[in-house]
């Protein structure tokens, strides 16, 4: 098996990504809107940092089609869990 080089991402600017999407998290946490709004934007933003973490700190994008699709095969357990958590908050 040969290595593939690849070029190594700007952590630096991953890092001050997430940051700032963690900022964005605090922000809205406080805003003013309906519950329900505010935690669909959240729950959008931290799947938006768990795909950077993953693709960047995890090296996935740089890796062939098929781990990606090992490594995203849990994703709709987790989706039906955040559905059945949210359902029970309700009651």
């Not at 600017?13 to 934007?41: C, D, H, K, N, Y």
């Not at 729950?43 to 089609?65: N, S």
């Amino acid at each position: 098996m040969e290595d593939v080089k690849h070029a190594h991402p700007n952590y630096i600017a991953v890092f001050i990504a997430l940051a700032v999407l963690t900022g964005l998290e605090l922000f809205v946490a406080f805003l003013p809107w309906s519950q329900m709004t505010r935690i669909l934007i959240l729950i959008g933003l931290a799947l938006w940092k768990a795909l950077m973490v993953a693709l960047y700190y995890m090296h996935l994008r740089f890796e062939p089609q098929r781990l990606r699709w090992l490594a995203a095969a849990p994703l709709p357990l987790a989706v039906i869990l955040v559905f059945i958590v949210t359902r029970e908050f309700r009651w």
